[in-house]
């Protein structure tokens, strides 16, 4: 199985190789159009800014090429977020992939949510084998309000999208490849999509 990681400059792509090392699989880092294309599982992962990674999604192509892939993707925390349609987070606009527009946590709560916290209402065989109110690590500002393609939900302030599907679409606002055991879970399945 050839699985790619999108390399865009904005991702928390060491913790997510060995991650998919553990799980008995090699990963390639890419950037190329034709080699992500091929991949037979893609990751789109993301720590950073919004603006500026979506501005490094742009000058490399990416923002075209990601929205047509038929393969599984796997959006992570902000990966997720710019598959969006569009987020607050310096006024950007996303791959529009999602129909949901992310939006900022208000000053009532602490930001960023950073830790752990649960997922529940989980509605894809992302989840296979996973309970309800199981914990998953977090580390965010902003967040996907509830809407019709969400397959998980978490409670900070109120409840939000923890995870999205639309079609081969996936996305994760927490982080599976530092969630221990289950978010490997979580990775495992995806990658039998």
């Known amino acids: 199985m050839k699985i ?39 990751i789109f992962p993301g720590v950073g800014e919004a603006s500026s990674a979506m501005k490094k999604l742009i000058e490399s192509g990416l ?3 990601i929205p047509t892939l038929k393969q599984p993707v796997l959006g992570i925390c902000l990966g997720m977020q710019l ?17 949901v527009d992310v939006v900022k946590f208000s000053n009532k709560v602490k930001v960023p949510q950073m830790g752990w916290n649960q997922i529940y209402h989980l509605k894809s065989p992302l989840f296979d084998g996973i309970s309800e109110k199981e914990y998953m690590y977090l580390v965010h500002s902003f ?38 055991a289950i978010g490997e879970q979580i990775l495992a399945n995806f990658l039998k999509l």
Do not use: W
């Open 83 to 99: 598959m969006c349609k569009s987020s607050e987070e310096g006024n950007t606009k996303g791959l529009s992939i999602f129909d």
């Open 143 to 180: 967040y996907a309000p509830l809407c019709n393609e969400a397959i998980a939900t978490t409670n900070y302030e109120l409840e939000y999208a923890s995870a999205l599907q639309k079609n081969n679409f996936y996305g994760t606002q927490f982080h599976p490849e530092k969630s221990g």
């Open 63 to 65: 923002d075209t090429l």
């Open 4 to 42: 790619v990681i999108i390399n865009y400059g904005a991702g928390n792509i060491q913790s997510i190789m060995f991650a998919i090392e553990r799980l008995g699989y090699k990963a390639v880092l890419s950037s190329n159009s034709e080699e992500i294309k091929a991949a037979d599982k893609v």
